[in-house]
DNA sequence: AGTTTGCATCGTACAACGTACGAGTCAATC
DNA sequence: GATTGACTCGTACGTTGTACGATGCAAACT
C-alpha cells in the first residue's frame, strides 16, 4: 500500500535518493518535489491571480501528470496554503531586539509585509482566510517583543497588535482588489462621476480617485500608532 | 429574440404585470424575482457559506429550473454583488449632521458595519474584492461628512477614511475566519501550545486565544481614533 | 539470484459546477 | 388570429478537483 507523505513529514525520501536519472539521459524536468510545487504555484497564481491555479495547469507547467501532485500534496487549498507562507517571510534586520529605534522597525516590518503581499496580490485574500503559517507567526512574534519594548502595557497589548494585523491586513486586500484591472479602474471613475450627487464629499475629496496608495498607508500607519502609544 | 434583462434597468416588466396565477390555482412559489433571488441567495450564505452558493441549490429553493436565474441576473458574481450590498444597508440615527457626539456617531456607524458584516460573516470576504456598492459608498460618505465636521483637516481625509476602512475590514474578515468551525479551534490551540518555545511573547499574551473581539474591536478603534483626531 | 517493499508517477473516470443554446409558455398588443 | 416580448427551463458542453488502481523502479531482504 502507499502511504500518503502528505502529512507534517515533509522531509524527502528516507532512502538515499530516488537520484533523478542518474548521470544518463539528461530527462527534460528536474523531477516533482515540495518546493517546486510550491514554486511553480507562486508563478501561476502571480500572473493569473486566484482563479489561475488549476491542479491540470500547474501539472503541466511542472512537465508532470495531474495526479502526481496528490502524492505530495493533499488538496489545492495546501497548494494555498504552503505559497502563502512562502510569501511572508521576513529577513528583518539581524537585531532587532538591540535597536533603539522600536518604531522604525515595526513600520519596516509592516511596510515589508505590505510589500510582500503587494508583489503577489493573491496573498492578500488568502492570508484572512487561512491558519496562521509559521512565517506570519514569526512577524507576529517580533512586533510583540517590539512593542512591549516600546512600552505598550501588557492590557493593551493584544489590542495593538490586532489593529496592526487589521490595519495591514485591510490596507494590502483593498489595495490587491483595485489592482486588477485598468478597465475597472475606467469603469469604476465613470460611475462614480455619474453619481457625484449623491456621494458630494467622496467626490469633492477624490476619495476613491487618489492613487498615492503607499503614502497613505504609511501616513495611516504614522496616526494608529500615535494612537496606540501616545506618549510618542 | 428575448433581450435578457440582466442591465441595470432594474425595474419590473413595463406590462401591467405578469400576475401571478390570478386567483385560480395558489401555485406554491410565488414567481422569480430579483428581490426573492437575492433574499434566498443570502439565506443560503449565511447557512453554508460562500462555496455553499450554487445556482442549481439556489434555484430548487426557489422552486425554479437552474437557467430560469439567469433571466433575472447576469451571472453569478452579480447574486454575489447584490447580496454582499444588500447586507450592507444602514439605518443610521436620522439627523446625523445634527449631532453634537461625532465620535459616538462613527462609532456608532462603524460598529453597525462590522455587526452587519459578521451577521453574514460571508460578506466580509466579498467586501474588499467587488466594486463598491451604493449602501457601501453612502457609509464613507456619512464617514466623510463627520469627520470633516469633527476637524479632520482635508489633507488628512482621505487617510483618516482609508485607515477606519482598513481597520473594519482587516477586522471582520479575521473575525469571519476565525468563526468556522469550532474544530479548527481546538486544532489551532494544540498547534499552538506546541510551538509555544517558536513564539514565547504571543504564547503568553495568549494572543490567539483571546476570545473578546467585541471589546479588542471598540478598544482599537478607540485608539485609532485618538491617533486619527489628536484634540480630542 | 529472485522477491518483496515502499516511494513515486500517471491514465482513466466521475461527479459537480457555471452557463450557452434554443425551444417552450402565456399574456398583452396589434 | 397573428405577433410580440417577458419569462421559464431541459439538455448539453466544457472545466474543475480528485478517487481509484495500475505501473515503474530502486533499495532491502532472503
Redesign the interface.
Known sequence: MAAKRSGAGSKQSQRKTPSPPAGSEPRSEPALSLERIVATAIELLDTDGLDGLKMRRLADRLGAGAMSLYWHVGNKEQVFDLALDSVLEYRGPASIDASENWRGDVVHMLEDWRACMLRHPWSA?LL?????G?NI??R??LL??TL?RAGVA?A????????L???????T??RA?FELSDA?RAA?QQ?LAS?SE?????ER????L?NDWDG?FS??L???????V?KL
Request: hydrophobic content about 40%; charged content about 20%.
Open positions: 485574500f484572512p482566510r487561512r491558519a496562521l509559521p507567526l514569526s507576529l512574534e510583540s517583543r512591549s501588557d493593551d497589548l493584544n489590542v495593538a497588535i490586532w489593529s494585523w487589521n490595519y495591514v491586513i485591510g490596507a486586500t483593498t482588489s475597472d469604476a460611475r453619481l449623491h456621494y458630494p464629499t467622496i475629496s477624490r476619495l476613491l487618489d497613505a501616513k495611516g504614522d496616526f494608529l500608532l500615535d494612537g496606540l501616545p
